[in-house]
């Protein structure tokens, strides 16, 4: 997305220094083949942005968004395969990068559809009741989640290293040690939690926000048998979506993409 003096086009029809969306999608291609090495999504974001600001007078500043999706290398017969990928993995990587002309540049990085869950050491109690209340308070329930989040830095920083550094803060922070886990009395704690955590292992993010539903997993007691903390039914009924924006001291949060 390019922000540019192109009020013209709108009011008079003049098309005069306008850069066409065939142009930029030619250039998303050529900014892709001056890479002279594999790059991260960051990175090549970065690179498209300063080209589209730095060429065309017009332009004050570029938005670009980069996604990317995972492939893993394959194994058969127990070996990896030379030229095998599979499409695996769950999450999507996402990069967000604006620049302007005044040499200004801003990277936010994140991933969406990263589901998780614990089968245990989760509860809720203590929640407002009501008549319009149904739900039970519990000490042990499924808790399950699709994150989605976004995080921007304050200046340049290994961006492959900082991306594995807040996911492996994220998922800490939720499931807790290996034997033991951790108890969550809410998503809305362990959000937090989450959250803190990231910017605790990070320095150089300067603010992250965490989007989490809740993915039902409800007990079932099937025909002539009680539950038995056994079987579950997954649905997809109306559910709560619980987000939040965690920052440093006073920065200003980022508001979500």
């Known amino acids: 997305m390019l922000v540019s003096d192109m ?3 709108f009011l008079d029809g003049s098309n005069t220094d306008m850069t066409a969306t065939d142009t930029q999608k030619n250039t998303v291609y050529y900014i892709a083949k001056q890479c002279s090495k594999r790059c991260t999504p960051e990175e090549y974001a970065i690179a498209l942005a300063r080209h589209f600001v730095e060429t065309y007078p017009k332009v004050s500043k570029a938005k670009v968004w980069v996604e990317q999706t995972p492939w893993t290398r394959c194994q058969v017969d127990g070996q990896p395969h030379n030229h095998g990928f599979a499409h695996t993995g769950g999450e999507t990587r996402t990069a967000f990068v604006t620049s302007d002309d005044q040499g200004s540049t801003t990277v936010t990085t994140g991933l969406t559809g990263f589901k998780v869950l614990k089968t245990t ?8 009741h ?3 209340t149904l739900l039970p308070e519990t000490k042990d329930r499924i808790m399950a989640t699709s994150i989605t989040t976004n995080w921007t830095y304050s200046g340049p920083v290994s961006y492959d290293a900082a991306y594995a550094e807040v996911k492996e803060a994220l998922q800490k922070a939720f499931w807790g040690p290996p034997m033991s886990g951790v108890y969550s009395p809410s998503v809305q704690y ?6 803190k955590l990231a910017l605790a292992r990070v320095p150089q993010v300067m603010s992250i926000y965490l989007n989490m539903p809740n993915l039902h997993f409800l007990p079932c007691n099937p025909v002539t048998s009680k539950f038995e903390d056994d079987v579950y ?3 997809s009924e109306p559910h709560g979506n619980i987000e939040a924006t965690i920052t440093r001291g006073d920065i200003e949060p980022h508001c979500k993409l």
């Not at 362990?190 to 959250?195: K, Q, R, S, V, Y």
């Open 7 to 9: 009020a013209h086009a």
């Open 121 to 128: 050491q989760s509860g809720y109690e203590g929640y407002l």
């Open 130 to 132: 009501d008549k319009y």
């Open 190 to 195: 362990t959000l937090f939690e989450m959250g």
């Open 233 to 235: 039914i997954a649905t």
